[in-house]
């Protein structure tokens, strides 16, 4: 069973940063794809990064690109999500999510994910 365990959210003034953290167990990230996606309220979720498994590159949407950087600690089966320079359209739960196989793009992470956290909850003021 993939079970993930997501901490970090929290409330934070624009302007600020945050650290999420997703410990996964039951998954092999080694030839598979991992990233987080959100959603915000009343809106649709949407893809924030992922670690493609073709080459192993990481793979951010246009609103994080600069300001949010994805890094994982396979050792530790652990990914981190650091968000800076937070504005108040970065509210919303964020979760963890995996894909068994190759992930070549954000798109294909999104619409593939397998498995997914419970969230954590990013609120931003402004």
């Known amino acids: 069973e993939v079970q993930f365990v997501e901490s970090g959210g929290g409330s934070v003034q624009a302007g600020g940063s945050l650290r999420l953290s997703c410990a996964v167990s039951g998954f092999t990230f080694d030839g598979n794809g991992i990233g987080w996606f959100r959603q915000a309220p009343g809106k649709e979720r949407e893809g924030v990064a992922c670690i493609s498994s073709f080459g192993g590159g990481t793979i951010y949407a246009d609103f994080a690109k600069g300001r949010f950087s994805l890094t994982s600690d396979n050792a530790k089966r652990t990914v981190y999500l650091q968000m800076n320079n937070l504005n108040s359209e970065d509210t919303a739960v964020y979760y963890c999510?995996?894909?068994?196989?190759?992930?070549?793009?954000?798109?294909?992470?999104?619409?593939?994910?397998?498995?997914w956290g419970k969230g954590t909850l990013v609120t931003v003021s402004s």
């Open positions: 999510a995996a894909i068994e196989g190759v992930v070549f793009d954000l798109k294909s992470f999104f619409y593939g994910m397998d498995y």
